[in-house]
């Protein structure tokens, strides 16, 4: 299923991604095109299209991707602040319609 999906074709192993960190449901792999010194993206590893496609029942995985996000967080090494971006939908810039979240860290950002 959605196998012409990047990011399900990275899950599956058929390409690399290099993972950085992994649980049951989540992986973390860095972007290919970082727009902060550290870049990584947080996925989903079940192919949800975005957040409006959640269900209630998701609530837990919602949930592990944040704390996927706070894990990574302490392996960084000068500090452990970061910034999360969600491009949930075509205008807000998604690109990949597979769930994600942008970790950015490594500089200091405006605030929003
Ligand atoms: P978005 O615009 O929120 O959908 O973000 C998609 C992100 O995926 C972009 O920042 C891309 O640079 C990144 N990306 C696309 N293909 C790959 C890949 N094969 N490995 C790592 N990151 C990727």
């Known amino acids: 299923m959605a196998t012409e999906c990047i990011f399900c074709r990275i899950i599956n192993k058929e ?3 290099n993972p950085i960190h992994e649980t049951s449901d989540v992986i973390v792999i860095k972007d290919i095109n ?7 993206l947080i996925i989903s590893k079940q192919h949800i299209q975005d957040i409006q496609s959640f269900a209630d029942c998701d ?7 944040l704390l996927a996000a706070r894990d ?7 500090s452990s602040d970061f910034k999360l971006v ?4 075509k205008l807000a ?3 990949v319609f597979h ?3 942008h970790f950015l860290a490594g500089k ?3 605030p929003l």
């Not at 969600?86 to 939908?89: H, I, L, P, Y």
């Open 15 to 17: 390409i690399p991604g």
């Open 34 to 40: 970082p727009k902060a010194p550290i870049h990584y």
């Open 59 to 65: 609530a837990g995985l919602a949930a592990n991707m």
């Open 72 to 78: 990574v967080s302490k392996t960084l090494a000068d």
């Open 86 to 89: 969600v491009n949930s939908g």
């Open 93 to 95: 810039g998604q690109c």
């Open 99 to 101: 769930l994600h979240f």
């Open 108 to 110: 200091q950002f405006s």
